[in-house]
């Protein structure tokens, strides 16, 4: 699989990546599992997830793959945060508050203390920018997040 550098940035990624949206809702462990071995085997690196995936369970699963299929090192790992549905509501929070929240409770789930590439979701129009800009910084500056950005601001 052919791999490239993503933009200015030290990360080197392979063209396709794995997205994991249904894993832990519609596709589960074993069949995440073989999802992943099949693409790690074809030299696959670049693992897509977001905290709002099956209420977080993708990035369980894939915490709970790691180790066993792949060493964390050998992977590009990236979340999202934002996006949530308490009680089957979509709500969007890019307050910093509950980014940050959203940052430490995925890398718990994902069994990691650091994300390769971690975005804010979706646009929210409520909290100001400033906000989202001011979350993405923190994560940069701790370490919990090599890389930021955003995602669907259009």
């Known amino acids: 699989m052919e791999i490239r550098r993503a933009g200015d940035s030290g990360l ?3 063209r396709l990546g794995l997205g994991t949206m249904t894993w832990g809702r ?8 073989d999802q992943m071995r099949a693409y790690l085997d074809a030299g696959g690196n670049f693992i897509d997830t977001a905290a709002v995936y099956g209420d977080g369970d993708s ?3 894939i915490g709970g793959l790691a ?7 050998e992977i590009v790992l990236a979340t999202k945060a934002g996006i949530t549905f308490p009680n089957g509501v979509r ?3 890019n307050s ?10 995925s890398l718990a ?7 390769d590439l971690w975005q804010i979701h979706t646009w929210d129009s409520e909290n100001p ?12 500056n701790t370490g919990r997040a090599r890389y930021v950005g955003i995602s669907n601001f259009s």
């Open 12 to 14: 080197s990624i392979t």
């Open 26 to 33: 519609d596709t589960d462990e074993h069949e995440a599992a």
């Open 59 to 61: 990035e369980r699963v």
């Open 67 to 73: 180790g066993s299929l792949f060493k964390r090192e």
């Open 91 to 93: 709500t969007v929070n």
């Open 96 to 105: 910093r508050a509950a980014l940050m929240a959203e940052l430490d409770n």
């Open 109 to 115: 789930r994902l069994g990691t203390d650091y994300v």
């Open 129 to 140: 920018i400033s906000d989202a800009l001011s979350a993405l910084d923190w994560a940069y």
